[in-house]
């Protein structure tokens, strides 16, 4: 039997945790501890995911959130460590790259712990986010390395992976298995009645601290979403900090603000709206997985085939080249049946090469 402790604690984790998680359950052969560091810590945020995407409820909630990344991380590395020195896992398996991530590799290496990372090998060559260093730190002291795209793949080979004592596995996305099946789980429940008509709106989101910290460029944005809601109505799913900081730097916008909501709410208004505008990764993906196309919020973007295919144009925060991309994607036609991430069958490969690590 494999024991295998996966750390999650954000949003997008809760996601690719779904998939792989139901994937583990139909093997004989796996155990899997679930730890939450707590990191998104409202019910909107965590719970509310946990509960409508049927992942199994967390044996461990550590309840860290807030302050600074260092106190964060350290606090993490400590309550992981104890679990891990409790469970004594064979192998401890962190998603993407937030604090949670990193501080689970951390504390599995140091306790000479197989470390398994799920979306390996991403780069966006910015290390002033803390995404990139959290990725490229746990990318280092992995022992399988999971990537979703070829690209993924070429940027470790770069980085001279070949050379180390690792293993490094293209499985394809993860998240595209989670969107695949609750569209079907959807399809069966015909969803949320309240959700506007399809087409009638745009869906946007913002939330890295590169937009919402600097008020140069959340002003930007705003300006941009205001004028382009004039012609297209916007809906901006909005987190309570981002919302004060508007007040506070004295911001105002005429786009329709919900608060922060569940995935397959999400799901439903992705399907829904004409296009994205966004700048979260994830979501980047999303829209490319139910055939929407994406403006992109930042200077750069790990999903660079999704650029080159012409479906996301990367418009930074500037308010000219936002409005203009809109007006390019919004009757813009692409190919949507490209496979850039494996067609839902990454969770597959993850449980297949882990056994078969596992056996050498």
Not at 194 to 201: L, Q
Request: proline share 4%.
């Amino acid at each position: 039997m494999v024991k295998i402790v996966t750390i999650v604690g954000a949003r997008p984790q809760f996601i690719k945790a779904a998939a792989v998680s139901r994937a583990f359950s139909k093997s004989a052969e796996i155990t899997e501890i679930i730890v939450h560091t707590g990191q998104h810590f409202d019910d909107n945020m965590s719970k509310v995911f946990f509960d409508e995407l049927n992942i199994p409820t967390p044996h461990y909630h550590l309840h860290i959130n807030g302050g600074s990344h260092g106190a964060m991380t350290g606090k993490m590395l400590e309550s992981i460590e104890e679990v891990l020195l409790k469970e004594q896992p064979h192998f401890v398996l962190v998603y993407g790259d937030t604090n949670s991530t990193l501080a689970g590799a951390l504390a599995a290496k140091k306790l000479h712990i197989k470390v398994i990372h799920v979306e390996a090998g991403l780069r966006s060559f910015n290390m002033r986010m803390p995404e990139e260093v959290n990725r490229i730190l746990t990318d280092r002291i992995s022992d399988l390395l999971f990537c979703p795209t070829d690209t993924a793949v070429a940027n470790l080979q770069a980085e001279g992976f070949e050379n180390l004592p690792v293993k490094v596995i293209k499985n394809g996305d993860v998240m595209q298995d989670a969107a695949l099946y609750y569209q079907n789980k959807l399809a069966e429940t015909n969803g949320d009645k309240t959700i506007p008509t399809a087409g009638s709106y745009i869906l946007a989101t913002i939330h890295r601290a590169e937009n919402t910290d600097n008020p140069d460029n959340l002003r930007s944005i705003i300006e941009a979403f205001n004028e382009i809601n004039t012609t297209t109505p916007i809906v901006l799913p909005l987190h309570p900090r981002t919302r004060k900081l508007l007040q506070q730097q004295g911001i105002s916008t005429t786009v329709k603000l919900i608060e922060p909501i569940g995935y397959l709410e999400m799901i439903q208004l992705i399907m829904n709206a004409q296009l994205i505008m966004t700048d979260s990764g994830g979501l980047q993906k999303e829209a490319f997985f139910f055939k929407k196309h994406c403006v992109t919020l930042r200077e750069q973007t790990e999903w660079v085939e999704l650029v080159q295919n012409g479906v996301n144009i990367i418009t930074g925060t500037d308010k000219t080249k936002i409005i203009e991309a809109v007006e390019t994607l919004r009757n813009k036609e692409s190919n949507f049946e490209i496979d850039l991430y494996g067609s839902g069958k990454a969770s597959e490969r993850v449980v297949r090469e882990i056994l078969s690590y596992s056996a050498e």
